[in-house]
């Protein structure tokens, strides 16, 4: 059993949780080119190496962020979104920022 | 006889062959073609270009050995019952083109006509296989919706009981459905490559690529600088690592599917089976063993090693279609790095550089489609134009939003 330490529940079966892809940064849809936001949904980097990657525990709904080692099948380490993400992300405005 | 017999042993040109391939030569300074990866593909594109199009100057160059990679990985299952008009076509003619492999060759690919049986144990299943057959038909491909009477004739120890946990209620029936031996098709493909002068350069890392105003112009390896005129990635379960050193990004997650060997049994399954449902399939190997195949890890991953979880998963599966394996012992397991795409389909063709050539994106259905890969991938390097049967499977479709849709009808893996 490979055990995976969520930021809010603990360490837990790696079994309880869905891989949600890797951290990208979205462009803006209002302004960015169609071929960019293609590469932004299907593209991946799909590195051999240290990633970076969105996981999501099922039974609580909690989404987090992980560290892990693609090559070696480590878990480095995993943090909540709150240590990237330090605003609230607003998807229901028009224009802004690209968001992460 | 038997003097004839001992001339045949004691002749210097005995054994025939001591090994399918010439011994590994310097490698040269300059090549009209580079191919990246020594499986199933990239030697077929070799023997191919060299046939066919008279291109002999190519080198194909693999940081293994000759066919160790995806090629001697995967389940060996060859069929072309998918549901897009593209996906049945094209593997079509690539079951076409194996029927007479070894012929081609000169020597026995192992080829058998098994035919392959996929399970229904719901009314989705079943709608989804009337689809694929009404499909398949139209195509000229022989594929049909069985019903349980015709399930157990066809594979006497299917677990045919109402009582199971997922029971089966109907089958799609797939004639055409073989296998073969997944290394001899290397061997094949990668003899007569050399034979005609083509360089096989094994234990020859490609490290970097040099890309100069959008045209590669050579390949850095472990040996050496080497110039070339086109260079063609075939390189199944890196596609994303190779890609990049050009500069390519793909629309690729890589997972590890897991599969494993039972010990030898008497002849007692012809065709292949397959259970969408329960994530599973197997076939019956002429040695006698059974491969069980389909277990793909639920997080992507550069690593071929075993988990108890997922062998867990294929031994429940399998013991419910066939109780009598319960007692079976496993004898090998091991895992290869599929390279999926978001639409289950290849991406083949032409990259975003110029002279640089995309053999990708092979999931699980990568060893099905190596000759006619190798057939028209030559074609493509040869006459710089996109043959009409992998023209559906262009890294652009992604930017038109064509994709080829298979996931319904690629196997039990995802």
């Not at chain 2, 080198?59 to 066919?67: I, P, Q, R, S």
């Not at chain 2, 596609?239 to 599917?257: Q, T, Y």
Request: proline fraction near 5%.
């Amino acid at each position: 059993m490979k055990i995976l330490n969520c930021p809010l529940n603990g360490p837990r079966n790696i079994a309880e949780f869905s891989y949600g892809g890797e951290l990208h940064r979205m462009p803006d849809p209002s302004k960015c080119e169609s071929r960019e936001w293609v590469e932004h949904v299907f593209f991946n980097e799909n590195k051999a190496g240290i990633v970076t990657e969105w996981w999501y525990h099922n039974a609580s709904s909690y989404w987090f962020l992980a560290e892990r080692n693609t090559v070696t099948d480590e878990i480095i380490r995993t943090f909540p979104a709150s240590d990237v993400f330090k605003e609230r992300v607003d998807f229901s405005k028009e224009t802004g920022e690209a968001q992460e | 006889m038997p003097f004839g017999l001992l001339k045949f042993g004691l002749s210097k040109t005995y054994p025939a062959q001591h090994q399918f391939t010439p011994a590994s030569t310097e490698l040269k300074k300059h090549y009209d073609v580079v191919i990246i990866g020594a499986g199933g593909h990239g030697t077929s594109i070799a023997y191919y270009l060299a046939k066919y199009h008279g291109v002999t100057n190519i080198a194909v160059l693999d940081k293994g050995y000759l066919g160790g990679g995806n090629t001697a990985r995967n389940t060996a299952v060859i069929r072309s019952n998918y549901l897009t008009e593209e996906g049945v076509t094209f593997y079509r003619e690539s079951v076409r083109l194996f029927q007479d492999m070894s012929n081609e060759f000169g020597f026995n690919v192992m080829m058998e006509n098994r035919g392959q049986l996929t399970l229904a144990h719901n009314d989705a299943a079943i709608r989804s296989f009337r689809w694929r057959a009404e499909v398949n038909q139209h195509l000229g491909v022989r594929s049909e919706l069985v019903d349980r009477q015709t399930i157990k004739e066809l594979v006497p120890n299917l677990n045919l009981s109402e009582t199971a946990r997922f029971p089966i209620i109907a089958g799609l029936w797939h004639a055409d459905g073989a296998t073969a031996r997944h290394d001899a098709v290397a061997w094949g493909y990668a003899r007569g490559a050399c034979k005609r002068g083509v360089e096989l350069h094994q234990l020859t890392e490609v490290q970097d690529i040099e890309v100069t105003r959008g045209r590669v112009t050579a390949v850095n390896t472990n040996r050496g600088r080497v110039g070339c005129g086109s260079v063609v990635q075939a390189v199944a379960g890196a596609s994303s690592v190779v890609g990049l050193k050009a500069g390519i990004r793909l629309p690729i997650h890589s997972f590890p599917l897991q599969a494993m060997v039972t010990q030898p049994y008497k002849p007692l399954l012809t065709p292949h089976v397959s259970s969408p449902q329960l994530h599973v399939y197997l076939h019956q190997t002429s040695r006698g063993e059974l491969v069980i195949g389909g277990g793909s890890d639920p997080y992507p991953l550069y690593n071929t090693r075993s988990t108890l979880d997922q062998k867990e998963v294929l031994a429940a599966a399998v013991t419910e279609l066939f109780p009598f394996l319960s007692q079976a012992r496993i004898m090998r397991q091991w895992a290869g790095i599929t390279d999926m795409t978001p639409d289950y389909s290849p991406v083949m063709g032409l990259s975003p550089v110029e002279n640089y050539y995309l053999d990708a994106g092979w999931g699980t259905w990568g060893f099905k489609a190596t000759p006619i890969c190798g057939k028209t991938m030559a074609e493509l390097v040869a006459t710089g134009r996109v043959p009409e049967i992998i023209r559906p499977f262009e890294l652009e479709r992604f930017y038109r939003f064509e994709q080829i849709n298979e996931a319904g009808a690629t196997a039990a893996s995802h």
